[in-house]
């Protein structure tokens, strides 16, 4: 097969690095961008990035660059690697330079990312015909010691993408594929959005461990964090979300059986599970409250969850209880700043009109 | 003076043998009822209770009983000294047995505890013209190490006590007083009643210190369970208590400048002040999640505040997600079984009406 697809990776963090070095290695073309003078520097100056772990080689790159332009310009793949409350802010650095028949790839979305950057891009006054899509989680365990080096922990074996709108979502799977043949074609955007289980395995532990975290203890993400109660909380957190998947048709597995298919793991409850799973072994609790499984999980996987619900119908009381005290302990407004249906522009719609918008893109 | 006053306590658990015993030391006629046998039959067969710690010597008892109708006649006060969750049941068993100008003195009542106990005695027919009241807190610092035997750590300096109707607060009181000159006569039912502080102080850290509480970690309930994002929430809890304060025109002192008045304890967040507080080494925190922290100061202290909340169009939402939380947590309805407006018997009640409902109890 030709390697000729041309690609842009848009965050030159963990993913961002290990996806570009990675299909250079492959042998694709690849371009990447970042905001930061000294990642891009970095890179430049030995040409491309060093990969070690699952997989090793070195992937130069056809070019490094803080230019959005000039990153962007003649890909066919623009994938975004990035904290999903950076979305909207590189959707607006997107909006001007994007061009017809591009795809852009929030990998991970989080939950809504298509829907919030198709709205950005929109708002922008952007008119190139331009393909979204999102996927469920990051291919890759992996992180990058330093710029210009990536570390490849371990390579997923599925990834759901689906396109904003559903009827691309072939021919994006399709080129998406060519790298990573694991890729997994989703009915529309709401599979990988409602799949998004961080929004699940992370506010809630964290906030329930906000003492441990707080404290000199050093702890274990999920064999000390997931303790029965929390545990058991989590397991209804999660009913709540195949609730939601139920309303908007779209097939999800439960994260218990996740876990029994995907680690082999299986104990009749989550806290059995993770503790029983040696992949977490030394994952370690952060030692801060605002991190990442809040700032990030709460405003584009729970509150974005919590709305959907509202849209629907379906009663999401526990993930409300945390999004809510997760905006208290950290003292932030998660339901002003994240993905709500106002925020979206999606507040008039009804639940038949969102499913007929992510399938054709029209509303 | 004369210690002609008698004394029937309800409840033989630690404050109750405490209260006994030190009564019947100070000279006072008591009585002690209980639903145990083997509690009742221990301090039948020494005739009294060892009291030692604050307080030293043998109480002797008039009579240790499990027949409620035995114990209540004839007692001038009838202190009830048992979990806040027990006072529907205690009311229940009380009403046929009230008599004419008694009085009945839930120590303390939690929150809403005199209207709950006057509509159960009014649901049950009691027609016995009888005072209720409710104190803020217990006025001891103590425990039992077995039944007969009681140790009293310590002795507040201060206790609050209001009847309902408020207009009977100054005749309580003095009577109070004649053991404790320390008690301070309350506005109305309301002042002890938002004077909770168990309702700001338990529930919030006890959730937030889930992990610790089913870890192997041993820990100190304050100095390690209020931690600075869990104290700063606790600070925050507390403005939405004194916010219903103001609304019902009571005078209520924030927890952080209590403990300042109390404990002479003056630093700037509740986190650095419960750390300073000496008096809090050695409380250590629990190590299961159902306890009284939870199961009694959720349904009987955050519940009704919310709902006083709702009545007054204050509004609470950090005690609503505690309150929540704890529900899904130990998987309770407190909202059903809780002091709710609907089971006090007060939802079609203005602010206005309650006010004038406990300062003279007519409605």
């Given amino acids: 097969m030709d390697k000729t697809t041309k690609w842009t990776i848009v965050g030159g963090g963990n993913g961002g690095q290990s996806l570009a070095g990675h299909l250079s290695i492959m042998g694709f073309p690849v371009k990447l961008y970042d905001i930061f003078e000294d990642t891009i520097n970095a890179i430049t100056e030995q040409g491309g990035i060093h990969v070690e772990g699952a997989v090793q080689g070195f992937g130069p790159l056809e070019l490094a660059t803080t230019d959005i332009a000039q990153a962007v310009q003649g890909a066919d793949i623009v994938m975004v690697v990035a904290p999903a409350t950076a979305h909207r802010a590189i959707a607006k650095t ?190 370690a609790g952060q030692k801060e409250l605002k991190t990442r499984y809040i700032m990030e999980d709460i405003p584009t996987g729970l509150v974005p969850m919590i709305e959907l619900g509202k849209l629907c119908g379906i009663p999401t009381p526990r993930m409300e209880v945390i999004a809510r005290l997760g905006e208290y302990l950290v003292e932030e407004d998660f339901f002003a700043t994240g993905r709500t249906l106002k925020n979206l522009g999606l507040e008039d719609m009804s639940r038949t009109e969102l499913m007929i918008f992510v399938e054709t893109g029209d509303r």
Wanted: proline residues 7%; contains cysteine; negative net charge.
């Fill in 94 to 283: 997107c909006a001007p330079v994007l061009a017809d028949g591009q795809i852009v790839i929030l990998h991970p979305g989080a939950t809504c990312g298509s829907l919030e950057f198709k709205q950005v891009l929109t708002a922008q006054g952007c008119s190139a015909k331009v393909t979204l899509a999102e996927t469920n989680t990051l291919i890759y365990a992996c992180r990058s010691p330093k710029p210009g080096y990536a570390n490849i922990i371990g390579i997923k074996d599925d990834l759901v993408v689906a396109s904003l709108p559903a009827k691309d979502t072939a021919r994006v799977a399709n080129l998406f594929k060519e790298a990573f043949p694991q890729v997994i074609a989703g009915k529309n955007v709401l599979q990988p959005s409602l799949g998004n289980a961080n929004a699940i395995v992370h506010p809630a532990p964290s906030l329930l461990n906000t003492s441990l975290i707080e404290s000199e203890h050093q702890w274990s993400y999920y064999y000390d964090g997931i303790t029965p109660s929390i545990g058991a909380f989590v397991e209804k957190l999660d009913s709540e979300r195949m609730a939601l998947a139920d309303a908007f048709e779209v097939d999800l597995l439960p994260i218990l059986k996740w876990y029994k298919i995907a680690y082999g793991v299986d104990r009749p409850t989550l806290s059995e599970t993770v503790r029983a799973n040696p992949a977490y072994d030394g994952i």
